[in-house]
């Protein structure tokens, strides 16, 4: 069982940043590591993965250019840094880890484990 913890989210203005943070505990026998996000009333979404072993990353579009997502395999954690932050970015945040493969590292069926999630909420 992996225990996953975020941490990092707040109130930020458009156009600023935020650095999500998500430390592993437990069996950290895991393929990749992602950040999901829920907007009010909208359904789970993509925001971005990496590859365990070998760094490999994967993003959503409506992010790639201004979030980056990157990994400490000593700690274990992922971190997603986001720069740009606009309004459509509100949402909660939530950290995820399983086995993926191909053809569901961006789907949540890839990922067995859960954070609680982060709240990141974007204003004017």
């Known amino acids: 069982q992996v225990q996953l913890l975020e941490s990092g989210g707040e109130w930020v203005q458009v156009g600023g940043s935020l650095r999500l943070s998500c430390t592993a505990s437990g069996s950290t026998e895991i393929g990749a590591m992602g950040w999901f996000r829920q907007a009010p009333g909208k359904e789970r979404e993509f925001v971005a993965s990496i590859r365990w072993m070998n760094g490999i990353t994967y993003y959503a579009d409506s992010v790639r250019g201004r979030f980056s997502i990157s990994r400490d395999k000593a700690i274990p954690a992922i971190y997603l840094q986001m720069n740009s932050l606009n309004l459509d970015d509100t949402a909660v945040y939530y950290c995820?880890?399983?086995?993926?493969?191909?053809?569901?590292?961006?789907?949540?069926?890839?990922?067995?484990?859960w954070g609680q999630g982060t709240q990141v909420t974007v204003s004017s």
């Open positions: 995820a880890a399983g086995r993926p493969i191909v053809s569901t590292i961006a789907t949540e069926r890839g990922y067995r484990h």
